[in-house]
């Protein structure tokens, strides 16, 4: 069983929908928790980082930790054709050691049709 | 912009030869990644550093070695390059002063072994 699962779509939305990425882990250490943004041939980008349970917003995106269930979401708003990409999620346990050993998922492939 | 600079971003190289991809940063931080990209396997980290002449092994390091003689460069070699050790390559530096486990990519460089 790899450490963090991610369905990889492929994903196709109309522009404006809501679109819901997810993940789920088995490692209960994990600590930190991001998601990354990548377009074709590029390297991915961070977008959201938040650390332990809760949420977190940032403009059209809303990162959701669930500890207690293992899931961590990224929600996109008003989801735009520029939005089109691979979105990889990752995380890690605390810590110096947790710092440089981060796990990732294979990534959600997301299409956003105007 | 992360301030890094991967060269080459292209190669074709034959089996059995010795292959040395390079990440430079100008910010001058202290850990530095090598990650390898692979459809279904999504990122696994090759080696990382946490300092000049400090290396540490990642998951999938077996054919790989690195070099970090200055702050700014750090170096990935593939000793005798077999088509398994086709993939894309990112560098990725950590930034220690924001804290928690976030990783900044670069571009990346494309390597197929014929």
């Known amino acids: 069983q790899k450490e963090v699962e991610q369905d990889p779509g492929p994903l196709s939305v109309p522009e404006g929908a809501i679109v819901s990425l997810n993940c789920t882990y088995s490692n209960s250490a994990f600590q930190y928790f991001m998601w990354y943004r990548q377009y074709s041939r590029k390297g991915p980008e961070l977008l959201m980082y938040?650390?332990?349970?809760g949420n977190k917003e940032d403009g059209r995106f809303t990162a959701q930790v669930d500890k207690s269930s293992k899931y961590i979401s990224l929600f996109i708003r008003d989801s735009q054709p520029s939005d089109s990409a691979t979105y990889l999620c990752?995380?890690?346990?605390?810590?110096?050691?947790?710092?440089?050993?981060?796990?990732f998922g294979t990534g959600t492939r997301l299409t956003v049709i105007p | 912009d992360a301030g890094i600079t991967q060269s080459p971003r292209h190669k074709v190289t034959e089996t059995g030869t010795p292959v040395t991809l390079r990440c430079h940063q100008t910010?001058?931080?202290?850990?530095m990644y090598w990650y390898r990209q692979d459809p279904g396997h999504g990122l696994r980290l090759i080696h990382y550093s946490y300092g000049v002449k400090d290396t540490d092994k990642g998951e999938v390091s077996d054919g790989y070695s690195v070099s970090r003689s200055k702050t700014e460069d750090f170096l990935l070699t593939l000793e005798s390059a077999t088509s398994s050790q086709t993939s894309v390559y990112f560098c990725?530096?950590?930034?220690?002063?924001?804290?928690?486990?976030?990783?900044?990519f670069g571009e990346g460089s494309w390597l197929t072994v014929v």
């Open positions: 938040t650390y332990s349970s």
């Open positions: 910010e001058n931080h202290r850990y």
């Open positions: 990752a995380m890690s346990p605390g810590g110096i050691t947790g710092a440089n050993n981060l796990f």
């Open positions: 990725a530096i950590r930034p220690e002063s924001l804290g928690g486990n976030t990783i900044y």
